[in-house]
Each structure stands twice: as C-alpha cells, then as structure tokens.
C-alpha cells in the first residue's frame, strides 16, 4: 500500500532533550516536506526536500534540522525542543512537479514540557 | 505570501451549498484543494492548473481565476462526509513548495 509513514505518533518531552522524528515514504517520491500545525493558522512548512542531498528552509525553520541521506527517509530533528514546538507535525511527499498530489503521513502530535 | 481564505468557518445543514474562496497576491501556477477531518491528515481533493486544465475526483467542484489569483471550491448538497477543514495551497514563486491557507472549517449538520 502506498504510504506515508511517521514515528512516533505521539510523543511528551522535556525542554532541551533531543528528538527525532521519522518519515518515511514507499511511493519513489523525489519531492518531501515537513508542516507543522497550529490552530489557526493552518499547515505551515517547515524544511522540504527536492532529492536526496537537496534540502531547503520553508516558512517556519528555527530550531528544525532535516536531512535527506535516502530518497525514502526525510527525519525531523529538534536538537533542544521548547514548549513553543508543541504542535501537530506532518510530513508528505509528492512527485517533484507542480502538478502533483501531495501525500500526507498520520501526523505526530508532540508536546514539549 | 500564504493564500487567503473565506470565510474562516461555515455551517450547513445536510443538502445546502457552500462556497470556499482562496487568493493570491501573486500570481498562480496551481492551485491545491485539501480536505482534513479533525485528528486525520490532509487529503488531496483536487488540483486547478493554469490555463483551466482541473485534475481531481469526488463530487465536488472548484473554478480557478487566473487573472484575479483566486480559486473558489462548491461543494452542492453537502453531506455530513462532507465536514472538516478545508485548505487551499498555492505554489511559491519558484515552484519548489506548497503553501496553504489558513483553513476553512466545514461542519454539515443533519
């Protein structure tokens, strides 16, 4: 089946403790980003990627790192989390034109304490 | 540079219609159509092109103004399926990202 798979779906953490969380996609998609999600203001991008090696600052990047070492694995890494990082994260991939449907992976809801 | 919604929330009883606006200040390449059930993931509904040229499924249909940057969604004789937040997502300048309105929450009651 195709897929959009992250781990953890759920995750509490303290301030400052490193964390990553996975993405990962079984579809050949060049194209994958991460959002996070906070009421009212909607899907906001974080970093995307355009290939393996290829990675780049969306609107929201402080205290985010990706990185695309595989065409299927897109990891976000919080290197010290604070609580304004509690949110919803989603990652998704697509084709690399324009025309292309994104697909969404189930979200991991984190809360930093 | 994120898309413009309206309104920010509509409620329907079980066959009306309704009508989502998104705009641009820039102008569109493509416009993107996502419908999110609450604790779920976006889920693609459709894609406008420039030149008219709409790709997407479901009995639901949208209009893309390519002179007035904007896109409108109609969703007719909504059903309770039918409820969610909807977004709409626009390609940036260069075309390397999706960026996505503030959304617009749906609720069909019966």
């Known amino acids: 089946e195709a897929q959009v798979t992250q781990n953890p779906r759920y995750l509490i953490t303290v301030t400052g403790k490193k964390l990553t969380v996975t993405c990962s996609q079984n579809?050949?998609?060049?194209?994958m980003s991460w959002y996070r999600q906070d009421p009212g203001l909607g899907l906001r991008q974080i970093y995307y990627s355009m290939n393996v090696e290829v990675t780049d600052k969306g609107d929201v990047p402080e205290g985010y790192k990706v990185s695309r070492k595989e065409k299927r694995n897109f990891p976000l890494i919080l290197e010290s989390p604070s609580p304004n990082q509690t949110s919803l994260y989603f990652c998704a991939s697509s084709l690399i034109n324009r025309e292309s449907t994104q697909y969404f992976g189930p979200g991991t809801r984190l809360t930093v304490l | 540079q994120q898309p413009v919604q309206s309104p920010q929330a509509v409620i329907l009883r079980e066959g009306e219609d309704a009508v989502i606006n998104c705009s641009s200040s820039?102008?569109?390449?493509?416009v993107h159509w996502y419908r999110q059930k609450h604790g779920e993931a976006p889920v693609f509904l459709m894609i406008l092109l420039k030149g008219g040229e709409q790709k997407g499924h479901e009995k639901i249909s949208a209009s893309f103004n390519e002179k007035k940057q904007q896109s409108s969604l109609y969703l007719t004789a909504s059903q309770l399926s039918y409820s969610g937040t909807y977004f709409c997502g626009t390609d940036n300048q260069a075309g390397t990202a999706l960026i996505f309105g503030k959304g617009t929450t749906l609720s069909v009651s019966s």
């Open positions: 820039k102008a569109l390449y493509s």
């Open positions: 579809m050949n998609h060049e194209y």
